[in-house]
């Protein structure tokens, strides 16, 4: 019986170099909601049928970002690579704007925090629509498994 989610998500902690304690907040809370709720189907046939859950680790290498996917007991069933070029420019402008959200909370007025939220919003929005394109014909994902995806493959990307 296919049951096209994921039940375990692992980071390549080799790959994170830095991080504060915003940044990991958000890595906790986008593996918890992904977990929780979460489609993805990868499109490769298997001999034996199997259709998930799906134990998953995100690595970038090489400026990829590779997604090992594995059954329920951990026995390995693929590797999906993928540049990484378009999002480049996402992801910057989704730290910048981190940034700028985080300061908010600390020293800005309700309505402020609101404007730089909604914008935040709309990239990482716009970085799940492109993650689905990516995705096409490899693997199904609905858009907020795809929004959670995009917030891990930005924690793989911080440099300090």
Not at 43 to 61: C, F, S
Not at 88 to 103: G, K, T, V
Request: overall charge negative; some cysteine.
């Amino acid at each position: 019986m296919a049951d096209p989610r994921i039940i375990d998500v692992e980071l390549d902690e080799r790959t994170i170099i830095w991080r504060n304690a915003d940044v990991e907040q958000e890595r906790r809370i986008a593996i918890f909601d992904l977990i929780e709720g979460n489609h993805f189907q990868p499109h490769r046939d298997h001999e034996d049928g199997y259709a998930g859950p799906y134990r998953i680790k995100l690595r970038v290498e090489e400026g990829r970002l590779a997604i090992d996917i594995f059954r329920d007991d951990s026995t390995p069933l693929e590797s999906l690579i993928l540049a990484l070029g378009r999002f480049r420019r996402p992801i910057r402008e989704y730290f910048a704007i981190c940034d700028s959200y985080y300061q908010a909370i600390r020293q800005s007025t309700a309505q402020q925090i609101e404007t730089i939220d909604m914008a935040r919003r709309a990239i990482h929005n716009d970085a799940a629509e492109m993650l689905m394109e990516r995705l096409d014909g490899k693997i199904t994902v609905d858009f907020v498994t795809a929004r959670r995806l995009f917030t891990l493959i930005c924690v793989l990307h911080i440099k300090g």
